[in-house]
């Protein structure tokens, strides 16, 4: 049977870079303070913490896809009945790194994994010196009925990954884990999600870091009208931002403003 909403929480937390053990266990401690969630979403490298420390300790802190991340998170989910969405530094080879996402259910099985397509080289970040840009396929996984798809970061920049995971594998969500720092990036972070919530009439949980060089955690509905239907964010504190998938309100959504069908595919 399915569902006609799921409630999404993004989980804005303080790092300790380099420190694998006490960063799953302040997520855990955020999730478990905020029951009622069907999935959770935590930040960009939500293990090791985001930065150029982490970064030059990855043949330390790099794991499998089914490492000691994965075993806390599975563990905890099927405790908790939920699905967690938690991020980690790949190993893939001798001294090769890609940014890994991936999702647990309730059960604790892993129904998605990604590497970040693009990797980032702009304002302070130094991603491409140490990480190579990811090669896996499309990561979609259902929740109640509703699909969701999985981006990273700097991917919400570049229109093409949303594009497909809208068509092709008809999410009605977006997962974004994030690791944003207040660079000159930062201020067109939220304009990037918005565009991409709308021209795809989906919904986006846009997720950072706690603190004042990072923060603002986004939940965008699939049309911003100015007025009930807007962009919630945090601020810079530690935090919790709920959301509500509607799919009742997606669908009207793409019924009164179809940018999907509107496009004119065959001059494209």
């Excluded at 420190?19 to 959770?40: C, F, K, L, V, W």
């Excluded at 979403?41 to 970064?55: D, Q």
Aim: charged share 20%; net charge negative.
């Amino acid at each position: 049977m399915a569902y006609e909403q799921i409630a999404v929480a993004g989980i804005q937390i303080s790092q300790v870079i380099g420190n694998r053990q006490a960063n799953i266990s302040t997520a855990m401690e955020a999730i478990t303070a905020a029951p009622g969630h069907d999935i959770y979403v935590l930040p960009e490298l939500s293990s090791s913490g985001y930065g150029i420390e982490v970064f030059q300790a990855l043949e330390d802190l790099a794991e499998d896809v089914m490492g000691p991340s994965f075993r806390a998170f599975s563990d905890f989910a099927r405790r908790q009945k939920c699905f967690i969405c938690y991020s980690f530094p790949r190993r893939v080879g001798n001294h090769k790194f890609k940014i890994s996402t991936s999702v647990v259910d309730r059960n604790g099985s892993l129904v998605a994994n990604y590497d970040k397509w693009h990797v980032c080289s702009t304002g302070v970040c130094c991603e491409k010196d140490y990480f190579s840009p990811g090669e896996s396929p499309l990561a979609a996984f259902d929740v109640n009925g509703i699909q969701v798809g999985l981006a990273i970061c700097y991917d919400i920049r570049f229109p093409e990954l949303t594009r497909k995971l809208t068509l092709e594998r008809k999410i009605s969500l977006l997962l974004h884990p994030g690791g944003w720092p207040r660079d000159e990036g930062f201020h067109t972070w939220h304009t990037f999600v918005k565009v991409r919530a709308m021209e795809n009439s989906i919904y986006i949980m846009s997720t950072n870091w706690a603190g004042p060089d990072n923060g603002c955690t986004a939940f965008c509905p699939p049309f911003l009208d100015g007025g009930k239907y807007k962009l919630e964010k945090l601020g810079d504190d530690p935090g919790v931002l709920s959301g509500i998938v509607d799919i009742g309100y997606l669908e009207e959504a793409r019924r009164i403003h179809p940018y999907l069908t509107d496009r004119n595919v065959d001059m494209y």
